[in-house]
């Protein structure tokens, strides 16, 4: 695992002193060595940098960039079964002078071009500079676990793991784009391709992008989706054949992110997702294997003695730590460091104090995110199904006059309903519920935190509703269930979970690996139909099948919990004063884009005891603290 950045600048002002400082910034997510490669040729200056987490190979002999012949690599994250295709590569008289998955992909690129990604099993952000040719290459793995920002404006070409990189070239123009902030203020997180400034971007999951540089063509091109895999034909086989294939591509998935040079742990919730990889691996080994979870004394909140009957349960070495209100004190002031474009996932609090918890025994640690997306563990779903139904059935004539009597009906002054927790906000919901053409449209509403009315109501600025992956178009003989998975892992997953663990574990110099990632679970699992995977009503059930091989029942049935903090409580406490010091008129007026009366009549109204979410108040405070950071 590492950090890496480059600039393709045609106006030649980008120099290697450039380059230093945007890959060193990156220091924490490569502590281990660096390394820079500048050149100009006939059209522009290049640079590739690169920051390096030792994990395979620890000798020198991994240094990067490396080169080979034309080509020269920078690379950030693991391709796992670098062994086997080294091997291949050996037959057709590649010679290697390191134990490293690096001088594989190089080699393997130099072989099979563009191609050679398809052989790869991993997470990746790669940079190809084809010397002969005259191009970048940029790839992105195709779940999108490792990031990769680009910038193009006036003839400056830059790449990064972080944006932060950007910020050491004064080519860059760090102009906020404002339809990127509504769709921040939306969802907490800004989906891909977007960023939160204009003229960058992310490269999409599943996404190469080509640079050539003879007429500063940029080309993207899109080599993987897992929606061609939902809109196969569904597998007929049996339940037991299903279980048993599923079993099997997560034994693989899970050993090959054992590979490693340096030691291994894992994050350890007690859901069904970590417990059956940690089931998994310890079932497979004498040694211990290393877990780790954080817990909150707040008892709706914590997970963390499920998770420790667990890993009495399997035998691993096991530690823990419980969050308090100073642990989030401390970590707060540091997430706009951490995360460099607003990011309104609270959750980030605790995954960087479990990420700062297991770099002291490790350098790699295994995180089970993705499960949900794939085997249909959120409530959402069958709430979204259930809503959609149930608003299906009443006469069109009759739902058309409730959505008008909706409309024109201000929830604030419903009496009593009005009192209740989060009113405004979910009446909102079923008013756009109502006009819901399909279940995962009404998904989409669900998982709005500001509604589109109370959005253009607290942004001052003007925007346009930008496409996301949310509109995606899932084939129709998808069943609804299948069509939701398929949004959710094009789009809370990769730009919401992923993005939180990359950045929290990185910001330590620790690798997060995802094995349920693995594409070639999700590229089979998406054959099956979903009723194998919430049967019954029963979440996750295909999962649970494989899990119960190893936990009994009744250490795992409980009530699902997400990773939540309780923000709603400690605001009135000790993080009061960062309400009060980043959401006040003056602090509001610096930039002009909220209406500053709306933020501090929620604010007020909070702090003054109503029962209202203070989630969106974080996400007006996430912003604010990355504003005074960054701009």
Known sequence: MCGIAGFCDFSKKSNRQTLVSMTDVLHHRGPDDSGYSFYENDYASVGLGHRRLSILDLTACGHQPMRHQNIEIIFNGEVYNFKEIKRELEARGYIFESNSDTEVILKAYHQWGIKAVDKFIGMFAICIYDKKAQKLVLIRDRAGVKPCYCYYKDGLFMFASELKSFHKNSGFKKQIDKDALALYMQYGYIPEPYTIFEDAFKLKAGHYLELEMQNMKLNIIKYWDVVDFY????LDISENEAIDETKKLLESACEYRMVSDVPVGMFLSGGYDSSTVAALLQSKRKEKLNTFTIGFQEKSYNEAPFAKDIAKYLGTNHTEYYCTQKDALDILPKLPEI???????????????????????????????????????YTKYTTALRYFHRFNSIPHSIKALISLAMDNINPKYIPILNKTYNFETRYEKIRAILKAKNSAEVMKYISEYFTKRERDKILKVVF??????????????NDEINQMLAVDYKTYMVDDILHKVDR???SVGLEGREPLLDHRIIEYVAQLPSHIKIKNGDKKWLLKQIAHQYLPKEVMDRP???????????????????FEKYLNKKALKEHDLFVADEVIRMKDEYLSGANVTVTKLWFVLMFQMWYSRWM
Do not use: C
Request: no cysteine.
């Open 231 to 234: 809109n196969m034909p569904k």
């Open 504 to 506: 929290a574990t990185m």
């Open 339 to 377: 995360y460099d474009e607003p990011f309104g996932d609270s959750s980030a609090i605790p995954t960087t104090l479990v990420s700062q918890l297991a770099r002291k025994n490790v350098t790699v640690s295994l995180s089970a995110d993705g499960g949900d997306e794939i085997f249909g563990g």
């Open 560 to 578: 699902k919990q997400g990773f939540g903090v309780p923000i709603q409580e400690w605001f009135k406490e000790d993080l009061r004063e960062y």
């Open 464 to 477: 346009n509703d930008l496409p996301t992956n949310f509109d995606i178009k899932v084939s129709s003989s």
